[in-house]
């Protein structure tokens, strides 16, 4: 007997569906140590069963080469969300600390030269994918560097310092250090993803011969937010997207986004989105429709970025709540942003 149900599914689009629907849920191990409790209409649930039953299928972990976010944690957390069923993405961000556009600190204890450091990202980059493999959480997808805009491992790979054949080089060998041993999607990430030029010229710049070349490089993954300047329109992420994919042919996700509850002193860049749980579907599937309309279907994931995190709910931004749960951990009905219909 067919049910009503099994009807509607079978005439949903199913083609519309995002591959990856995902989340960055980096410090849910920090958050439940402070004593966090998450819980989904009332139902205290772990925060990774509330993301998978609201439709999210892949968790994002970032590395640090030490400090808080350093190797034993991210397998602690892998742990969690194999179990939970995801697809696994580590966010290598070869560094102490954070690394973004404007910090991209060698590791203390790493060489300060270019032979040293493509000698060390390959041999880091090879443990880091035995490691998670040898506890059975191997790495599904490898995002070598984190919003490497101006390169990695400065100053030695500062592109504005010394251009594209250092950075080429170090990714290079971080993506032959890993498939020496396994076979991860490779993913890299820059920042930024509606500003065209920016994009262009960072992947325009980066494959050379003997060194990246555009075959070790599965997925291109962007950073995209609504808060740090009007520009990051979707019109804007729509042209650069499309050219992007048009240019080099590869699949793209938005690597990182969020949107805001509460955001009193900021210019957002789409202002007729409002700012509430609703705003952050509504951007969400705004990306969304911005993915699915790229050419060669290559559009495949949005991810948010720390939708949990309680006690730093600004997530870096001047907007002091950009969560998918209340302050008290339960969680709003943007949690569903994921739902089938994405
Ligand atoms: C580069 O760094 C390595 C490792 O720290 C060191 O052994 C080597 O001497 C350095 N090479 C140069 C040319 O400074
Ligand atoms: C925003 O875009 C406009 C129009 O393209 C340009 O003139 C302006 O310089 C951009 N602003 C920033 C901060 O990129
Ligand atoms: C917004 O700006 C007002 C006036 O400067 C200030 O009093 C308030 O604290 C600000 N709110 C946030 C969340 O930054």
């Not at 067919?2 to 990856?20: D, E, R």
């Not at 995209?224 to 050219?243: C, D, E, I, K, R």
């Not at 730093?312 to 339960?330: F, Q």
């Amino acid at each position: 007997m067919i049910s009503l149900f099994a009807i509607i599914c079978a005439i949903a689009p199913a083609a519309l569906a995002l591959t990856y629907r995902a989340a960055d849920i980096s410090s849910l191990l920090v958050v439940e140590e402070a004593g966090v409790v998450y819980s989904d209409n009332g139902n205290i649930l772990p925060f990774e069963d509330i993301l998978t039953q609201n439709g999210m299928n892949t968790a994002r972990i970032r590395v640090w080469t030490a400090g808080q976010y350093d190797l034993d944690y991210g397998l602690a957390l892998a742990k969690r969300v194999k179990a939970a069923g995801m697809t696994l993405h580590i966010d290598l961000h070869y560094s102490d600390t954070w690394a973004d556009p404007g910090h991209q600190a060698i590791p203390s204890g790493w060489p300060t030269n270019l032979t040293g450091l493509t000698s060390e990202i390959y041999s880091y980059t090879q443990n880091i994918v035995q490691s998670f493999a040898a506890q059975g959480t191997p790495i599904d997808i490898l995002q070598v560097g984190n919003e490497i805009n101006n390169g990695l491992l400065w100053p030695v790979g500062e592109i504005s310092v010394n251009g594209f054949a250092p950075v080429s080089q170090l990714l290079h060998s971080a993506i032959q250090g890993a498939l020496s041993v396994g076979s991860p999607t490779i993913l890299i990430h820059i920042a930024n993803g509606w500003d065209w030029a920016g994009v262009e010229y960072f992947f325009g710049g980066v494959f050379m011969p003997g060194a990246l070349s555009l075959s070790e490089v599965d997925i291109m993954g962007l950073s995209f937010y609504p808060f740090y300047g009007t520009n990051a329109t979707l019109s804007n992420l729509q042209s650069s997207l499309t050219n992007l994919v048009n240019e080099f042919g590869k699949e793209v996700v938005i690597a990182e986004t969020d949107w805001p509850v509460t955001c009193p002193n900021v210019t957002l860049s789409e202002p007729t989105i409002p700012v509430s749980a609703i705003g952050q579907e509504v951007w969400t599937s705004d990306i969304r429709d911005v993915l699915l309309s790229l050419p060669g279907s290559l559009g495949q994931g949005i991810y948010y970025w720390e939708p949990g995190w309680i006690g730093n709910a600004a997530l870096g931004s001047s907007c002091p709540d950009n969560l998918l749960v209340s302050p008290s951990g339960d969680a709003r009905p943007s949690i569903a942003i994921f739902e089938t219909d994405m």
